[in-house]
């Protein structure tokens, strides 16, 4: 085209996206892709993948490990698996435990959306969705404590009883608590931690105090 020639581009104007072709004979597996991969090894991998994030928060540091890969499906099960065993009714009792299940269930993503709201606006550097990955995994803990709660009431409900889970769930709320801060203390700026810190104390402290009154009707 007729002007062209004469128009040059600066070599100081940055370019974004990426431009390089790769060199070298291209093999079939790189095109290879999860759409062509079974579905046995999709679940698979992806169960694998939840399985080690659980057994990052059950040996808390600091790791970004949750922030790179995140999902919602590990929060989303340990959520439905606290729901119901925090259900008040029986199977054979006339109210079948739904406005339990929705209120622990609500409770449970609504704190958790709060207390990411409250991070996003005190200047924290992750995601919306990192961090709600985050809070729901740290609840497997809780979780645990739940399920030995449900477990000693089953022998008795007496005062051994309530030290026993007394015990074990103030030992799951700071392990929760202190997971939570080790994946998320590197993401907010230092002067606003404790502002941080402070909702998801009281995040899991109520969690905490629904599974230590629990009693089964």
């Known amino acids: 085209f007729a002007g062209l020639a004469d128009v040059s581009i600066s070599e100081d104007v940055p370019v974004e996206g990426e431009i390089t072709v790769p060199v070298g004979s291209h093999s079939p597996d790189e095109d290879y892709s999860t759409l062509d991969e079974p579905v046995r090894d999709t679940i698979m991998r992806d169960l694998k993948a939840v399985g080690k994030k659980f057994v990052h928060v059950m040996y808390p540091k600091k790791s970004s490990a949750l922030l790179r ?45 709060v207390i990411t709201l409250n991070s ?21 803990p809780l979780t645990v404590a739940m399920l030995v709660c449900r477990l000693v009431l089953l022998a008795g409900s007496g005062t051994v009883s309530f030290i026993i889970r007394l015990i074990v769930v103030v030992a799951m709320f700071g392990w929760s608590t202190l997971a939570s801060t080790a994946f998320l203390a590197d993401s907010q700026p230092p002067n606003r931690k404790a502002l941080v810190v402070y909702p998801i104390f009281l995040f899991y402290f109520v ?5 230590l009154t629990f009693t089964p009707q």
Not at 98 to 111: D, K, M, R, S
Not at 207 to 211: A, C, F, L, R, Y
């Open 69 to 113: 890969d995140w999902d919602l499906w590990g929060p989303l099960v340990l959520c439905v698996s606290l729901a119901l065993m925090l259900q008040g009714g029986s199977a054979d009792s006339k109210d079948d435990g739904g406005p339990q299940f929705a209120e622990v269930f609500v409770i449970i993503w609504f704190g958790a959306v």
């Open 120 to 140: 996003k606006l005190l200047g924290g550097t992750i995601s919306f969705f990192q961090s709600l990955c985050v809070l729901g995994y740290c609840v497997l």
């Open 207 to 211: 969690i905490s105090w629904m599974i």
